[in-house]
Nanobody
Framework: QVRLVESGGGLVQAGDSLRLSCTAS????????MAWFRQAPGKEREFVVAISWNDVATDYLDSVKGRFTILRDPAKNTVYLQMNSLKPEDTAVYYC?????????WGQGTQVTVSS
């Protein structure tokens, strides 16, 4: 497992942008598939986006395609989630996830609130 710390959340208006960061304070992302999940109040955690361990493939939730982008920066041991054209329905706690051979590590989450 790797220790993950998320940051970059905040309160924004609909149509604004945010960039979330996920940094490994212990361990590295080498050979790890990375993903972002989110959990809105009263709802189950849902998948948002993932990037393969070798950065060959990405997978996005349909509702965020064209608006969100996942990007890995190995030099900073950080993965980013660039969120554009935010909508109120994007409001949730966003969690970073690292997957190595089916073993998952989770961050503590960062709150994103989008007002209408």
């Amino acid at each position: 497992q790797v220790r993950l710390v998320e940051s970059g959340g905040g309160l924004v208006q609909a149509g604004d942008s945010l960039r979330l960061s996920c940094t490994a304070s212990e361990g590295t992302f080498t050979t790890y598939a990375m993903a972002w999940f989110r959990q809105a109040p009263g709802k189950e955690r849902e998948f948002v986006v993932a990037i393969s361990w070798n950065d060959v493939a990405t997978d996005y939730l349909d509702s965020v395609k064209g608006r969100f982008t996942i990007l890995r920066d190995p030099a900073k041991n950080t993965v980013y989630l660039q969120m554009n054209s935010l909508k109120p329905e994007d409001t949730a706690v966003y969690y970073c996830n690292a997957d190595y051979l089916g073993i998952n590590s989770w961050g503590q989450g960062t709150q994103v609130t989008v007002s209408s």
